[in-house]
């Protein structure tokens, strides 16, 4: 029997084959008896060498044992499923279907505190990090921005298999664990969840990831300087590229979560401010038929069977709105600009928060508003946003932001002055060099104390023909910018208002009336004086954290080079 | 000396000019006899006829009567303005360019009532009507959704020309108006603010509105049926085209102003009422690098060197926000459709109000927090809105939008059932036509009495590959649509994320891997179950008031024939 199977097994190619069923079989001097006994041939019927003989005896022998070996395993692995006191506590779960309605509570990871201590919980988080020590494993679960530490250990009610599951699993993947919330002595500094602990009794694996991540959510989070450096030398750094190829990864990370649920709280002060204000929210189209602003910067949209434009701003609309009578109106939104610019603060996709008002006799009423909304954002964020303030720091550290109440403003001549007697030289009608909006930024800290300041009364010639002229002189137009940390962040003006005045100031700017009619019919029928101005959503919460990068405050971010993810 | 002015004056072609010259002269007979005594040449130099002579003095008489005329206008006039007693208190307001800071307080229109009974204010509106009777002139001023009747007599400190003047301001133009309030004995039915009615003392036109309107305020106001036709027979009427055109004016009827101010609270109760329930505002990039849902219906931009699209929903980006942990994310922003619809109810760009959610181990508890969204939003329009929704309603008459609250939810073999009954034949796995969602609609109203309600579990095959199918029977899916008055508004799912099951189910519909690679790779690193849906912002807006087309619900609305405003 012994000896008509391993004539089976000599034969070379089926050697793998045949030790699986030979699980049982061990080899002896039998078998060497046997072998010697026969004339051995080839798979092609000639008789094979000595040498060919001893190569296949040797390879017989391994396979034998190779087949033993896998059958003690498999055998072994048997007994201790049969023998696994936890295996109804830990595995991976069945893909969920919406099968059944489990009147399970999870807690978030954010609630768990020493008030839970003693209690068992459920909670569902990634597996952010493990740790595994043959008898027990510490593992730490996320979600969202909170971590707090899980420990399982071999004891009366948990294998050792349990534990090297555990031990196992794949880090980002997402979990659901059950266990007991125990208060521990010494704070647990690499959680948010500092006083506490979870011992483990079951834990199961919803959705596995894969084993290797492009990119490790420990290395994305560590501190950056503003110049990109990391802050711990010699650590694996992870590049903004590489961050926004995987963008969804490096989204995990607790900066990131605290990033944009602040972003969101810009969007709902902005919003709720203006609401509280009387304005009413209007939704602008995106696709337009002429290119606004003169064409420049503009991407083009094949649209069934002739061309049309994505809008670079809703101001337009904005003020069609204004005409049309809803006197306040804001709008948050998709704008456009189809220019080449790879620099920190641009980007060709982003979020405008616009705003257009009628105002009675003078436009500093909307200067008023938007400088007051500005001042109730930045208080919000301050006051509901601290945590994430304070998780943002740990990776970007920066200066808290700082404003006045009411807002600083500052005229156009002063601003220069102070540039000039800083040393810089320009002329009081030039336009404000980005280099020199960042210096002006820092000397108006020095002086007053703020981040945050408006900057009213531009040279007319450096705004856009629709812009309204000083009444008193004609060098100066009614328009402003206002400044977070030295980077422009809104543009705005009184408009002008009246068609013939409109035409005469476009015609003086050199633009084809044919052009712009439509936009000059839009005050034919009267309309109200108004002013507004546009707020780049990104820039804000860029500047108000002190990013270095407005590409880290869009959640997927467009520029000239990056179209994905 | 007048000989020679004559002289002058019988020149063809300068009578005109001279006669502006001569507004003291008066013909006489002197004139003639001086005309006699001369031979007269003409402008080449050759004597002239005795008849062309004889036209010449007759134009030359009516010339000196017509200056003499325009000399005596000119001359009442500077009397009359001297002896106008109003004269400070009316007229063409300049510019408004930010001259001064006024205090004066400009009362709302829709804030005049009894209470301010023999008050004196200022309010600014638009000249909606007048009508002048020599010695008095009534007129209505309109301020958005608000009107208020206004009178000016000749009194004792209002003269003649005031009333004239004010007779005589183009519709639509802007005004300011002080006068006393009075209470009136009847009712101004024509005027929301019916109690109380303005003497005026003051009228200054602040914005001029041409005197030729492309269309009546009045004639876009007038009651509208289901079908288009007016309600009023022989009134004239606007039709949509016309409208939208024009749609600033248009934007200006009371009841435009009220759909868009009930269009704002529908998009604050979406976001407040999730904000509530722990959703993070998000937003998704328009531009995209391939086209989602297989490239069929998708706008091509140019993108620099090379081509991008315009995203036709937020889904991918939703779900990469659940695979980042964002757990409850929303986002409100346009989407693009470019399907050649032309129907009442589609439109080429949107506003979609998104929603996604990941969830603890059933789809359902996403239904329920949609559902209970949906019905926060049906009760806050109730309760804030009331008066716009009874506005609308005088012009487009609907009946009151109902619900139920919790939401209805009927499973999609009970809606194929019910159908059946009324005589549809259509098979339990078959998708329902807009004729038989209209039907529907109606019969859940006989039923239930809710014009709003969720259909659940639709049949596999007729939803998109990345569906959850049931996991008790793979004939149907974890999917759902909601409706509103019998027509879709909500369409939403459990979403595969699973990997590999995600390819399997691709590869069933037959499509190609590798364009949804990216996609797909979205689920490697762990992702939670989850689902969520897509609202049509306008058809909400539209459904709820009961308007016929939802254009009517779009500010600038973008169909494949319209691009304009």
């Given at each position: 029997?012994?000896?008509?199977?391993?004539?089976?097994?000599?034969?070379?190619?089926?050697?793998?084959?045949?030790?699986?069923?030979?699980?049982?079989l061990?080899?002896s001097?039998?078998?060497?008896?046997?072998?010697?006994?026969?004339?051995?041939?080839?798979?092609?019927?000639?008789?094979?060498?000595?040498?060919?003989?001893?190569?296949?005896?040797?390879?017989?022998?391994?396979?034998?044992?190779?087949?033993?070996?896998l059958?003690?395993?498999?055998?072994?692995?048997?007994?201790?499923?049969?023998?696994?006191?936890?295996?109804?506590?830990?595995?991976?779960?069945?893909?969920?279907?919406?099968?059944?309605?489990?009147?399970?509570?999870?807690?978030?990871?954010?609630?768990?505190?020493?008030?839970?201590?003693e209690?068992?919980?459920?909670?569902?988080?990634?597996?952010?990090?493990?740790?595994?020590?043959?008898?027990?494993?510490?593992?730490?679960?996320?979600?969202?921005?909170?971590?707090?530490?899980?420990?399982?250990?071999?004891?009366?009610?948990?294998?050792?298999?349990?534990?090297?599951?555990?031990?196992?699993?794949?880090?980002?993947?997402?979990?659901?664990?059950?266990?007991?919330?125990?208060?521990?002595?010494q704070?647990?500094?690499?959680?948010?969840q500092?006083?506490?602990?979870?011992?483990?009794?079951?834990?199961?694996?919803?959705?596995?990831?894969?084993?290797?991540?492009?990119?490790?959510?420990?290395?994305?989070?560590?501190?950056?300087?503003?110049?990109?450096?990391?802050?711990?030398?010699?650590?694996?750094?992870?590049?903004?590229?590489?961050?926004l190829?995987n963008?969804?990864?490096?989204?995990?990370?607790?900066t990131?979560?605290?990033?944009?649920?602040?972003?969101?709280?810009v969007c709902?002060?902005?919003?709720?401010?203006?609401?509280?204000?009387?304005?009413?929210?209007?939704?602008?189209?995106?696709?337009?038929?002429?290119a606004?602003e003169?064409?420049?910067?503009?991407?083009?949209?094949?649209?069934?069977?002739?061309?049309?434009?994505?809008?670079?701003?809703?101001?337009?609309?904005?003020?069609?709105?204004?005409?049309?009578?809803?006197?306040?109106?804001?709008?948050?939104?998709?704008?456009?600009r189809?220019?080449?610019?790879?620099t920190?603060?641009?980007?060709?996709?982003?979020?405008?928060?616009?705003?257009?008002?009628?105002?009675?006799?003078?436009?500093?009423?909307?200067?008023?508003?938007?400088?007051?909304?500005?001042?109730?954002?930045?208080?919000?964020?301050r006051?509901?946003?601290?945590?994430?303030?304070?998780?943002?720091?740990?990776?970007?550290?920066?200066?808290?932001?700082?404003?006045?109440?009411?807002?600083?403003?500052?005229?156009?001549?002063?601003?220069?002055?102070?540039?000039?007697?800083?040393?810089?030289?320009?002329?009081?009608?030039?336009?404000?060099?980005?280099?020199?909006?960042?210096?002006?930024?820092?000397?108006?800290?020095?002086?007053?104390?703020?981040?945050?300041?408006?900057l009213?009364?531009?040279?007319l010639?450096?705004?856009?023909?629709?812009?309204?002229?000083?009444?008193?002189?004609?060098?100066?137009?009614?328009?402003?910018?206002?400044?977070?940390?030295?980077?422009?962040?809104?543009?705005?003006?009184?408009?002008?208002?009246?068609?013939?005045?409109?035409?005469?100031?476009?015609?003086?700017?050199?633009?084809?009336?044919?052009?712009?009619?439509?936009?000059?019919?839009?005050?034919?029928?009267?309309?109200?004086?108004?002013?507004?101005g546009?707020?780049?959503?990104?820039?804000v919460?860029?500047?108000?954290?002190?990013?270095?990068?407005?590409?880290?405050?869009?959640?997927?971010?467009?520029?000239?080079?990056?179209?994905?993810?």
């Amino acid at each position: 029997m012994i000896a008509r199977s391993l004539r089976r097994l000599v034969y070379a190619g089926q050697t793998q084959c045949a030790c699986k069923r030979l699980v049982n079989l061990k080899p002896s001097n039998n078998v060497q008896n046997t072998l010697r006994r026969f004339t051995v041939f080839d798979p092609d019927g000639k008789p094979m060498s000595k040498n060919a003989l001893k190569k296949q005896q040797k390879e017989a022998e391994k396979a034998a044992k190779k087949a033993q070996r896998l059958a003690e395993q498999n055998e072994a692995a048997k007994q201790a499923e049969a023998d696994d006191i936890s295996k109804d506590f830990y595995g991976d779960m069945k893909m969920i279907q919406s099968t059944e309605k489990l009147d399970r509570v999870l807690v978030p990871v954010g609630d768990i505190t020493s008030a839970s201590a003693e209690k068992d919980i459920w909670i569902r988080g990634r597996l952010h990090t493990s740790r595994g020590t043959g008898k027990q494993c510490f593992i730490v679960v996320r979600h969202q921005q909170w971590t707090v530490q899980g420990l399982v250990f071999v004891g009366e009610a948990i294998s050792k298999q349990m534990v090297k599951f555990c031990a196992n699993i794949t880090k980002e993947s997402i979990i659901d664990v059950f266990g007991v919330v125990k208060t521990v002595e010494q704070k647990i500094e690499s959680c948010t969840q500092s006083d506490v602990e979870i011992h483990i009794k079951k834990i199961f694996v919803v959705s596995k990831a894969a084993a290797q991540l492009p990119l490790q959510i420990e290395d994305a989070s560590r501190p950056e300087l503003e110049d990109g450096k990391l802050g711990e030398a010699g650590r694996a750094r992870v590049n903004l590229d590489t961050r926004l190829d995987n963008r969804i990864l490096d989204l995990r990370t607790t900066t990131k979560q605290a990033i944009f649920r602040l972003q969101a709280g810009v969007c709902r002060l902005f919003r709720e401010t203006l609401t509280n204000k009387g304005f009413c929210e209007i939704h602008s189209p995106k696709i337009i038929s002429a290119a606004s602003e003169g064409g420049a910067n503009v991407f083009t949209v094949s649209y069934f069977k002739r061309s049309a434009f994505l809008a670079q701003s809703p101001q337009l609309y904005k003020q069609m709105a204004i005409a049309a009578d809803f006197d306040k109106v804001f709008t948050t939104g998709a704008v456009f600009r189809a220019e080449d610019s790879n620099t920190h603060r641009h980007l060709t996709e982003f979020v405008g928060l616009d705003l257009e008002m009628a105002f009675r006799y003078h436009y500093h009423e909307v200067l008023q508003v938007i400088g007051d909304m500005f001042i109730a954002m930045f208080k919000g964020l301050r006051e509901n946003y601290q945590t994430e303030i304070q998780t943002v720091g740990r990776q970007y550290p920066a200066e808290p932001f700082k404003f006045l109440e009411p807002s600083l403003i500052l005229q156009y001549p002063e601003a220069v002055k102070m540039l000039n007697d800083a040393g810089v030289e320009m002329q009081d009608n030039e336009d404000l060099s980005t280099p020199n909006e960042k210096l002006l930024g820092r000397l108006v800290r020095q002086k007053y104390d703020t981040d945050y300041y408006i900057l009213d009364k531009y040279p007319l010639e450096v705004r856009p023909f629709y812009t309204m002229p000083d009444p008193e002189n004609p060098k100066w137009s009614n328009s402003y910018d206002m400044f977070m940390r030295g980077e422009e962040i809104l543009s705005g003006a009184q408009r002008i208002h009246d068609p013939e005045f409109l035409t005469e100031r476009a015609k003086a700017h050199g633009i084809d009336i044919k052009t712009i009619e439509a936009y000059i019919d839009s005050f034919r029928y009267g309309c109200p004086p108004h002013a507004g101005g546009g707020i780049g959503m990104e820039r804000v919460t860029m500047l108000y954290l002190g990013l270095h990068n407005v590409r880290s405050a869009s959640l997927f971010p467009r520029d000239p080079k990056r179209l994905t993810p």
